[in-house]
Nanobody, 124 residues
Framework: QVQLVESGGGLVQAGGSLRLSCTAS????????MGWFRQAPGKEREFVAG????????AYTDSVKGRFTISRDNAKNTVYLQMNSLKPEDTAVYYC?????????????????WGQGTQVTVSS
């Protein structure tokens, strides 16, 4: 089984930065698709950024393009989300997701493994 553990969330003022990390442990095999999703109160879980194992596929939701950067270190089984120029509307619980088979996906339904979530709060 695979476990994903997230860290790096917190409270920042608008315009600030945070870096989220997610490390997979257990039977990770060769983790393929990894991504970040977020969920604000009263809203559905939203795709934020995704990355394939070999970095051939990179994608971001339009609202974070130019501000967020997803990256991964396969040797460490870790995926990162660098978040700059944060806005109050970025406030949400951020979840790391991964799958050992799917190469890349924007859909949360395609990911078998999930982290517990980390709270990101951006104040104005």
């Amino acid at each position: 089984q695979v476990q994903l553990v997230e860290s790096g969330g917190g409270l920042v003022q608008a315009g600030g930065s945070l870096r989220l990390s997610c490390t997979a442990s257990g039977r990770t095999f060769s983790m393929n698709a990894m991504g970040w999703f977020r969920q604000a109160p009263g809203k559905e879980r939203e795709f934020v950024a995704g990355i394939s194992r070999g970095n051939s596929y990179l994608a971001y939701t339009d609202s974070v393009k130019g501000r967020f950067t997803i990256s991964r270190d396969n040797a460490k089984n870790t995926v990162y989300l660098q978040m700059n120029s944060l806005k109050p509307e970025d406030t949400a619980v951020y979840y790391c997701a991964g799958d050992s088979v799917v190469v890349f996906s924007r859909s949360p339904l395609r990911y078998a493994y999930w982290g517990q979530g980390t709270q990101v709060t951006v104040s104005s």
